[in-house]
């Protein structure tokens, strides 16, 4: 009786690990959440804000940065082919928004995660 | 702990006795530096070896009992009070958890206390998450499934080894 | 117990990675080939890195300035200046790289094709207005695209139609991230990542492991993370460069057959020993059927992961062991 009980037991415990490494890897696989989003002109560090409270930021007249929620996204731009606009939010480790021809790159960062997303 | 008639004083006597004990685990466990390891949130949760062969010996109202005292009375002498919301959550998701598994019957506490560990790291993250609005918690809850399990197994073990020793026989209800 | 508690932090330590002891440096200039380049290495200080940053940033300046197709620079002859006059002496790099994209164009089956300048042009000009082309506007062009118009011998190259122009856009970022990674070898820079838009190379390791490179999906987030140390990684995307009109997107890829951009494929990422071969590979790959493009990337030993026009992910048997 005892035996079948240890052989559950055994069984409930492998189920939990496989479910955490699982879980982990998955986890890996999408990138980490990241912490704070890094924003360059030109490649100079312009400003770096946090990612879990809602803020606007002004880039230089070039674009304007939102945050929120985890994410960060271009609202608007003043260059003509609008991509990092239309650009979907990023808010990975690693991830980021380019807008080339003001030279304003707005890339995520954090703890981990992934050291460069393409 | 046969399953005698205990009078009123006696099961009062004893109800103290462990909720003492677990106490003093607690206090023990509070002297590890398991800080040291860098991973926050991450203890052996001895004062559960208590919990659980109380549960078994004696009964779920009074195990629960005992484990409300014991972090009532460990977040009064060395608690913040965020710290007992952490511990209220996790430690009712995991008692939630080793009820319904022993319930079942079909695990001994090895296996109910192992889930037990692991229940009560996510209830602990999951408040946490709350609390602080931090997604980027969501990273360590592999790893603190994983430290729970383990520490939970072991905490299992022990009280297998006590209840065998008690003469309390766990098939279950 | 001992030993469960070991497993316990051993676990612990693997899902958590470890604290670095050197710090992370990270650099980005938005000026060569017109597209963002990442740099991050691990140094024991910010001088010794922005020594390397700076010659980094040096070298890939002289690379761009060699295969820039747009502007000419002084006591410089290069891509611009052979498409203008075309004949002349040119660098080493620009005759290194034109033999090896002849061959390429072989080896795409087409699909590469380094003559297709004029084409390119129209279509550059496309992204500039937001307007695509008329196709009786690219058809005349295609006429001017012959890959055997253009000579090596020496250092000189010569095309012999006079309406070829060249462009080196599907080679030139992941030939220069290769070079400009053997030159921060030459300078003592061991471990670190570099990325010439999108073209990744990763050299040694960082604290704690081999480098995460994440793998954007097409419709935003990350898709995937390959772990790498000494390849090179490389994606062919529709959404790094496009714009729509009329609610189509013609991104920046063009097939030199149909002269369109090629649609097979959302996104096609490569991982291989060599950049300059993980750029090539990725275009054609981008422009080829799954079938052609295996058997493409096996030759040159290189894996790859697809994402089809409807959002299927298909990967080579190996891709999946850099996922973990």
Redesign the interface.
């Known amino acids: 009786?005892?035996n079948k009980?240890?052989k559950?037991?055994?069984a409930?415990?492998a189920a939990?690990?496989v479910?955490?490494?699982a879980?982990?890897v998955f986890?890996r696989a999408i990138g980490?959440?990241?912490?704070t989003v890094e924003v360059r002109v030109k490649g100079e560090v312009y400003a770096i804000l946090p990612l879990?409270k809602p803020a606007e930021l002004d880039i230089g007249g070039l674009c304007v940065l939102k945050t929120e929620n985890?994410e960060a996204w271009i609202e608007s731009a003043v260059c003509k082919n609008q991509i990092c606009v239309k650009h979907r939010s990023v808010s990975r480790v690693g991830e980021a928004i380019v807008c080339l021809p003001s030279g304003v790159t707005v890339k995520i960062t954090?703890?981990?995660g992934a050291d460069i997303v393409i | 702990m046969k399953k005698e008639k205990t009078s009123a004083a006696e099961k009062i006597a004893l109800l103290g006795l462990l909720t003492a004990l677990c106490f003093g685990l607690s206090y023990i466990e509070f002297l590890i530096p398991f800080s040291a390891?860098?991973?926050p949130g991450?203890k052996l949760g001895l004062a559960n070896i208590c919990v659980t062969a109380a549960l078994y010996a004696i009964g779920t109202k009074e195990a629960a009992a005992i484990n409300l005292i014991r972090i009532i009375l460990s977040w009064l002498i060395f608690g913040s009070f965020t710290g007992l919301i952490y511990s209220l959550a996790g430690s009712a998701l995991s008692f939630a958890g080793s009820v319904a598994?022993k319930k079942s019957a079909?695990?001994?506490p090895?296996?109910v206390s192992?889930?037990a560990g692991?229940l009560h790291n996510i209830g602990q993250l999951a408040a946490a998450m709350i609390l602080t609005?931090?997604?980027?918690l969501?990273?360590y809850?592999?790893?603190l499934?994983?430290?729970g399990?383990?520490?939970g197994?072991?905490n299992?073990?022990i009280v297998s080894a006590i209840l065998s020793r008690v003469g309390v026989n766990?098939?279950g209800e | 117990?001992r030993r469960?508690?070991a497993?316990?932090?051993a676990?612990?330590v693997l899902?958590?990675g470890c604290?670095p002891a050197p710090k992370k440096y990270s650099a980005v200039y938005t000026d060569v080939f017109d597209t963002a380049t990442e740099f991050a290495a691990y140094c024991d200080s910010r001088e010794e890195f922005d020594l390397y940053a700076e010659a980094l940033h040096d070298e890939l300046l002289r690379l761009h300035k060699i295969f820039d197709i747009y502007d000419e620079y002084d006591g410089l002859f290069n891509a611009a200046s052979l498409n203008k006059t075309k004949s002349g002496g040119c660098p080493s790099e620009l005759i290194e790289l034109t033999k090896s994209a002849v061959d390429w164009y072989d080896l795409s089956g087409g699909k590469l094709n380094i003559a297709l300048g004029s084409v390119l042009s129209l279509w550059h000009d496309s992204r500039e207005s937001g307007i695509p082309p008329a196709m009786e506007d690219l058809k005349p062009l295609a006429e001017h695209c012959d890959i055997d118009d253009i000579s090596v011998e020496g250092d000189i190259i010569s095309i012999k139609d006079p309406q070829l122009s060249l462009d080196f856009g599907a080679l030139a970022k992941g030939y220069a991230a290769e070079k400009a990674a053997e030159l921060l070898e030459s300078v003592g820079c061991a471990d670190f990542v570099l990325s010439v838009g999108g073209n990744v190379v990763a050299r040694g390791e960082k604290p704690g492991g081999s480098w995460e490179i994440g793998i954007s999906s097409p419709d935003g987030g990350i898709l995937t993370t390959v772990k790498v140390s000494d390849e090179a990684v490389v994606t062919s995307g529709d959404y790094q460069r496009y714009f729509e009109y009329e609610g189509v997107r013609y991104h920046h890829i063009i097939d030199p057959q149909t002269l369109m951009p090629a649609n097979l494929w959302r996104s096609v990422t490569v991982i291989c020993k060599s950049s300059a071969d993980a750029d090539a590979l990725s275009t054609a790959l981008f422009c080829l059927d799954e079938q052609s493009g295996r058997i493409l990337a096996e030759n040159f030993g290189a894996e790859a992961l697809w994402v089809s026009s409807k959002g299927e992910v298909i990967r080579t048997e190996g891709f999946e062991d850099y996922e973990k």
């Open positions: 009786m005892k009980l240890l559950n037991d055994f409930l415990i939990i690990f479910i955490a490494l879980a982990a986890g980490r959440a990241g912490d879990d985890g954090g703890e981990g | 390891l860098g991973i991450i598994l079909r695990f001994s090895i296996g192992a889930a692991a609005d931090a997604s980027a969501m990273y809850i592999p790893v499934i994983i430290c399990l383990f520490a197994a072991i299992g073990f766990y098939k | 117990m469960l508690l497993a316990m932090a676990s612990a899902l958590c604290s």
